[in-house]
Nanobody
């Protein structure tokens, strides 16, 4: 089992940047696919970005491709989401998720979840 805690949300103007961090407990972090999901009010929770256990494979939703970067540091049990050129439509609660499976990372659904962190982008 793994416990996840997100950091780094906040309020930013359109065009600005934020970096989210997700710290994981446990000694098996490096065996998990990690992902960032987001949920805006009245909408479903969607996968934004994912990264394989090794960090060599990444996935991005079309809406964030070229603006967001996911990375991980297995030595620090941490996954990051660098968000640049933020838009008001990026406003949502962002959740970190972990999953141990052989599925393609673009199809991850998350076995373990953080509590979420609010990101608000003003126009």
């Amino acid at each position: 089992q793994v416990q996840l805690v997100e950091f780094g949300g906040g309020l930013v103007q359109a065009g600005g940047s934020l970096r989210l961090s997700c710290a994981a407990s446990g000694r098996t972090f490096s065996t998990y696919t990690m992902g960032w999901f987001r949920q805006a009010p009245g909408k479903e929770r969607d996968l934004v970005a994912a990264i394989s256990w090794s960090g060599r494979i990444t996935y991005y939703a079309d809406s964030v491709k070229g603006r967001f970067t996911i990375s991980r540091d297995n030595a620090k049990n941490t996954v990051y989401l660098q968000m640049n050129s933020l838009k008001p439509e990026d406003t949502a609660v962002y959740y970190c998720a972990a999953e141990r499976s052989l599925k393609p990372i673009a199809t991850m659904t998350g076995d373990y979840w953080g509590q979420g962190t609010q990101v608000t982008v003003s126009s």
